[in-house]
């Protein structure tokens, strides 16, 4: 089973109208974003943006929130001594992606190229960000927030094993944890190598993560929301309402990394250095490192 996009349209269960936590840590990531891109602009030759500058926003949704990272590098970008003059905004999810209620909102919007002087044309780019999506050496900088926790698929093997958990959870036996680890080393070491192809000599890469603060999964529940979720089905599971086979089969390909894990997959596959590293926890309730 592969990840789905999220609820599409702008009803009440959208996910348009139901992404304040997300918001929330997507501005966290400010001033991380902000000390990259003015440090791009400093180290690289001012001739590599005086043109059209290349931006992917690496698994984009739909609705505020993209408007809100694309307002915000804009605003960033008028700012810099040699700003760029017309900039390219690939917007990535997958295919699934309401991308139709995305541009009819940015049709609406105009803090995209506003007030700037800065020419912004943006594009579509659905696929998945766990492989390739634009040409070699095509790109100035790529950013994602709030969606490396999304594996590209359901770690192989885990079937029954993970029995009333649909997740990663305390109570996961090691071989599930060994699972998801897998999972993530391989999708992650396959997005540093694609952006690796895609990014251009002196270009840079932002990351949010959630992750866990631990090494030992099965020491603190890092996921307590889908831990409620899988105890209210185990509920339903007890009144009849859902067969047990159903909930001892069902996984969420969600994992949150660690650190180290990280840092290894990075310099393992070699193709960025890892410049910094920032906490950027919220309320204690959810962690984040880029």
């Not at 269960?13 to 501005?27: D, E, F, H, R």
């Not at 840079?204 to 020491?219: K, Y």
């Not at 603190?220 to 899988?230: C, G, I, Q, R």
Request: glycine share 6%.
């Amino acid at each position: 089973m592969s990840v789905k996009n999220m609820n599409t349209g702008s009803g009440k269960t959208s996910y348009a109208n139901n992404s304040a936590l997300q918001k929330v840590m997507i501005t966290k990531t400010w001033p991380a974003l902000d000390e990259t891109l003015k440090e791009m602009f400093i180290k690289t030759d001012e001739y590599e943006f005086s043109k059209c500058m290349k931006i992917a926003d690496l698994g984009c949704s739909s609705g505020p929130n993209t408007l809100l990272v694309i307002s915000h590098i804009i605003e960033q970008l008028s700012k810099q001594e040699h700003a760029p003059r017309e900039i390219q905004v690939f917007l990535n999810d997958l295919p699934d992606n309401d991308f139709n209620n995305l541009f009819k909102l940015m049709s609406t919007n105009t803090n995209t190229n506003a007030k700037n002087n800065i020419e912004c044309y943006i594009y579509g780019a659905p696929g998945s960000f766990y492989g390739r999506l634009f040409p070699n050496n095509s790109l100035h900088f790529a950013y994602s927030s709030y969606s490396l926790h999304w594996l590209s698929q359901i770690p192989q093997g885990l079937e029954k094993t993970n029995k009333e958990n649909i997740c990663l959870a305390t109570t996961s036996p090691p071989q599930v944890f060994e699972a998801y680890s897998n999972q993530f080393e391989r999708d992650f070491t396959t997005l540093l190598k694609s952006r690796g192809e895609e990014i251009r000599g002196g270009g840079r890469m932002v990351l949010g993560f959630i992750d866990r603060c631990v090494a030992d999964p099965t020491s603190k529940d890092e996921l307590k929301a889908l831990t409620l979720l899988s105890e209210t089905l185990s509920d339903m599971v007890a009144e009849g309402l859902l067969k047990e086979e159903d909930l001892h089969s069902f996984n969420i390909p969600v994992y949150a990394p660690s650190i180290q894990e990280i840092k290894t997959a990075i310099q393992s596959e070699g193709s960025f250095n890892l410049d910094k590293m920032v906490d950027v926890e919220e309320n204690s309730q959810l962690r984040g490192w880029l």
